[in-house]
């Protein structure tokens, strides 16, 4: 029997499709932003007075766009390189980022901002704003600045409310006494939030936004190339395997374009492959990574499998078959109709026409069980193409098999 050390050895010791996970996790901070060169030059160009002509101006910049579209690693990407620039023109520049789901109200934002600029703040009796100004003038003492992120600030403005918010963003206005030393990025997920605030605090958060769209299949493929060359060893990663995740959460694909769901399914493919021992990532250890980050597909598809009607599945059943043979993301309706034939052979049935196999192949793209494309590059001439997120295959292989047993007897 393996003691338990033989037990950790063994996992310790076992291969792994990783060089270094952790590149892949969604707090690490990557030198290159792929497709967000234009985001990062205009926070560039707002922020350029901070180095021309320091304490002229407060700047404030709102970034915007929806789930995963890259606004939190670019304001750090940005805030960190911008205050090494600024050291080097012997600027005394600190960037500080807090979010405001964890610190909501104006207290634990300003506690925060302290703490993260090691500025000594007696423990007790102090109210938010008389902490504020303790820190402008440690600012004004030792000549430092700062640009200051406050990330999903919807929650800041939901629970903090209007006054919190003016008073952070118009102190300079109201005390001239000081020099301009804080700037502000905001980060929001729309701009409906901040209706909220009065019209006046509004219009001067909103001067200067930059969007972030959520991204098309083309660019999460050139972040997920980048971004999987430092976390897997070379040749773990097929372009394939890359370009699947990229189509399945592409903007344009019918996903919702948020890159930390592309990296969280590579991540979770890289670790099916080890569970496995596998020495590549597959097609169908994407699939299984799918389904993990997307439980409900796989409950929804298991609730519509006693729905269809026997040569539906028989035609599923094919689809599920082909794919598994060719190991590809997608394969073609003919292969799925021949597999189909077969199919019908070996239970005996009668197979329906081309026109109704279609319509079955519609019917199962209506209902989310499977995806359908046009071929393009990579196959010759024009075909519907089919796939299936979900996975594993083989468990759903058998589950298909066993409502057509189930449906044949019922007969
Ligand atoms: N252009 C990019 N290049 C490389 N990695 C990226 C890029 N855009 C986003 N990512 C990665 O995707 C993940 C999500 O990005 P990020 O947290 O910045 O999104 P967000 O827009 O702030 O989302 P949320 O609104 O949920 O906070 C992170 O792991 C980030 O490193």
Do not use: W
Request: net charge neutral; glycine share 6%.
């Amino acid at each position: 029997m393996p003691t338990a050390r033989d037990i950790i050895e063994s996992i310790l010791e076992k291969p792994s499709v990783f060089r270094s996970r952790d590149k892949l996790y969604p707090e690490y901070v990557p030198a290159y932003l792929p497709h967000r060169e234009e985001q990062l030059k205009n926070l560039a160009t707002y922020f350029r007075p901070l180095l021309v002509e320091p304490g002229s101006i407060s700047q404030r910049v709102l970034l915007v766009g929806s789930i995963g579209t890259g606004k939190t690693v670019t304001a750090k990407r940005f805030g960190s390189d911008f205050k090494q620039l600024a050291r080097q023109r012997g600027i005394n520049l600190e960037y500080v980022h807090v979010n405001c789901h964890r610190d909501r109200t104006l207290y634990l934002v300003v506690q925060e901002i302290a703490r993260q600029l090691r500025i000594p703040i007696p423990p007790r009796g102090l109210s938010a704003q008389e902490m504020f100004h303790i820190i402008l003038k440690y600012l004004e003492n030792r000549d430092m600045y700062v640009i200051l992120t406050l990330d999903e600030f919807d929650y800041f403005i939901e629970v903090a409310g209007n006054d919190a918010v003016y008073f952070l963003v118009r102190t300079y206005d109201e005390h001239s006494e000081y020099t301009k030393r804080i700037s502000f990025i905001f980060i929001s997920r729309s701009l409906t939030s901040l209706s909220r605030l009065d019209s006046a605090t509004e219009s001067y958060l909103v001067r200067n936004i930059i969007n972030f769209k959520p991204y098309a299949s083309r660019e999460l493929y050139d972040i997920l190339k980048y971004r999987s060359s430092e976390a897997f060893y070379e040749g773990t990663v097929g372009d394939d395997v890359l370009s699947y995740i990229a189509e399945l959460v592409g903007a344009d694909t019918g996903g919702s374009g948020n890159a930390r769901l592309a990296l969280e399914i590579l991540l979770l493919a890289g670790q099916e492959a080890d569970k496995e021992g596998a020495p590549r990532v597959t097609i169908e250890h994407v699939r299984r990574a799918f389904t993990q980050t997307n439980p409900d597909i796989s409950v929804m598809v298991n609730d519509a499998l006693p729905h269809l009607p026997l040569h539906e599945l028989l035609i599923l059943l094919a689809i599920v078959r082909t794919l598994q043979r060719s190991g590809e993301p997608y394969v073609r309706i003919g292969e799925v109709e021949a597999e189909y034939h077969h199919i019908c052979e070996e239970y005996g049935e009668t197979p329906r026409r081309h026109t109704q196999v279609y319509e079955y192949v519609m019917d199962l793209k209506r209902r989310s069980i499977i995806e359908t494309r046009l071929s393009g590059k990579g196959y010759r001439g024009k075909s519907t193409l089919i796939g299936i997120s979900v996975g594993p295959l083989d468990l759903l292989e058998k589950r298909i098999r066993e409502i057509i047993e189930y449906k044949r007897e019922e007969r």
